[in-house]
């Protein structure tokens, strides 16, 4: 059972930044983050595979930064320019496929979740 577990959550203005991270238990082909708010659906918001190729939802690009450090099992999330609308729970999550390493894909990939970490922006 693949283990993720997530940091770096908090609170932070608008407009400024707060960096996420998730250690895993071991390396998968694809990880990912998603993001939840209350009385919404999880969404995804990055994808990225063990060899670089990334996706991201169009409320993020230009904003966050997904990256990976394969020898320490860990990705990350660079948040900047942080908007109410971001305040979420994130999820980081996994799945051992390149097909489905896509935004509009990651779910039907079955892949592992962990427990998430909020982030809250106040204007």
């Known amino acids: 059972q693949l283990q993720l577990v997530e940091s770096g959550g908090g609170s932070a203005q608008a407009g400024g930044s707060l960096r996420l991270s998730c250690a895993a238990s071991?390396?998968?082909?694809?990880m990912a983050w998603f993001r939840q708010s209350p009385g919404n659906e999880r969404e995804g918001v990055a994808t990225?595979?063990?060899?670089?190729?990334?996706s991201y939802a169009d409320s993020v690009k230009g904003r966050f930064t997904i990256s990976r450090d394969n020898a320490k099992k860990t990705l990350y999330l660079e948040m900047n320019s942080l908007k109410p609308e971001d305040t979420a729970m994130y999820y980081c999550?996994?799945?051992?496929?390149?097909?489905?390493?896509?935004?509009?894909?990651?779910?039907?990939?079955?892949?592992?979740w962990g427990q998430g970490t909020q982030v809250t922006v106040s204007s």
């Open positions: 071991d390396n998968s082909n694809c």
């Open positions: 999550a996994a799945a051992n496929s390149y097909f489905y390493c896509s935004i509009g894909r990651f779910k039907t990939a079955n892949p592992y």
């Open positions: 990225m595979t063990t060899y670089g190729s990334t």
